[in-house]
């Protein structure tokens, strides 16, 4: 629609500086002729465009000038990230700025576009967590985010796996994966994740910090991600799996769902296939074997191949029927 392309060729020539009729109209796969009307619109509205003949001439906005959202305050600017994300909103204790910052866009969009945005609103919800799992309570989230919002040191009681533990950390970001929130901190040289749920007190501090410049929290968290994987799941155990198992080994998680994917192909005769199946050690490895039994074959660590040896003649002579 023209009200949604005027909008596209707008932000297109405040983020690109300078564009022919002839790059727009491939853009937007309309004719030259139709982008000269759409320029003339936009001048027609108030918008201060002008265009320049000749070789590296174009369309483009005076000199820092600039459309703006007016009316939206700190926490509505704040809560922007969080509009299709409501329930996140609301433990962060944006949920209310971020209803304020979603009708103001819409009020802000020109024709059909506002009708057709929310419309899409009606029809589209993000639910990130699972099945029979309910959100924890996060009562220090939202005061844990201001602090990070505003770079704010913080005190920090936390009732991690090995005890009670305290903290004096720069608060860096916040996760949300798969309805957890993490707190991503620095303490010193080092920067750890913790659960926001353990965190038994937070005081925030009158002291700021100064975030690193090189610190970006998403390639951070995928490259923790990687090394939570590879230390969880050390080892390694070679399988043999009937087609069944392999259905069945792969509804077990993304990494047993790559080790069916790279599996090799059955040998002739068979339809066994030979994979590789990160584990966490032997007892770990030998409980998932004994659930799918008898789909799946241990060819290696030795170890693993005789503990279930051990446990699957301990299960014979348990389930003997007994002589009359």
């Not at 564009?19 to 030259?32: C, G, M, R």
């Not at 309910?134 to 602090?147: E, F, G, M, S």
């Not at 949300?176 to 010193?188: I, M």
């Not at 789909?295 to 029927?321: G, K, M, N, S, T």
């Amino acid at each position: 629609m023209r009200a949604s392309r005027l909008l596209s060729i707008l932000i297109l020539l405040q983020l690109r500086q300078r564009l022919t009729a002839e790059q727009l109209a491939d853009e937007f796969e309309v004719s030259p002729r139709t982008i000269h009307r759409d320029i003339e619109a936009l001048s027609a509205a108030g918008v201060p465009v002008y265009g320049e003949r000749g070789p590296g001439g174009g369309f483009q906005l005076h000199a820092g000038w600039r459309t703006q959202l007016t009316g939206l305050d700190a926490d509505e600017a704040r809560a922007l990230p969080l509009l299709t994300l409501p329930a996140a909103a609301r433990e962060l204790g944006l949920g209310d700025a971020a209803r304020r910052a979603g009708a103001k866009l819409l009020a802000a969009l020109p024709g059909d576009t506002a009708t057709l945005s929310g419309r899409l609103q009606t029809c589209l919800h993000v639910d990130p967590l699972g099945w029979y799992h309910a959100p924890d309570a996060v009562p220090q989230l939202p005061a844990l985010a201001r602090a990070v919002l505003e770079a704010r040191r913080v005190r920090i009681e936390y009732l991690s796996w090995k005890g009670p533990r305290r903290y004096h950390a720069d608060p860096l970001g916040l996760v949300l994966k798969a309805g957890q929130w993490y707190a991503v901190v620095a303490c010193g040289a080092r920067t750890m994740t913790l659960k926001v749920m353990q965190v038994q007190a937070l005081e925030v501090l009158d002291e700021v910090f100064q975030r690193p410049a090189d610190f970006d929290l998403q390639r951070w968290w995928q490259a923790s991600i990687e090394r939570f994987e590879r230390e969880l799941r050390p080892l390694r155990a070679t399988l043999l799996a009937s087609p069944e198992g392999c259905r069945r080994l792969a509804e077990l998680g993304h990494y047993a769902a790559q080790a069916v994917a790279r599996a090799s192909p059955a040998a002739p005769g068979t339809v066994w296939r030979r994979l590789s199946l990160p584990i966490e050690n032997i007892e770990q490895a030998a409980r998932l074997v004994m659930g799918l039994v008898p789909e799946l074959e241990v060819i290696e660590p030795a170890p693993l191949r005789d503990q279930v040896a051990r446990w699957c003649r301990a299960l014979a002579r348990r389930h003997q029927v007994p002589k009359v």
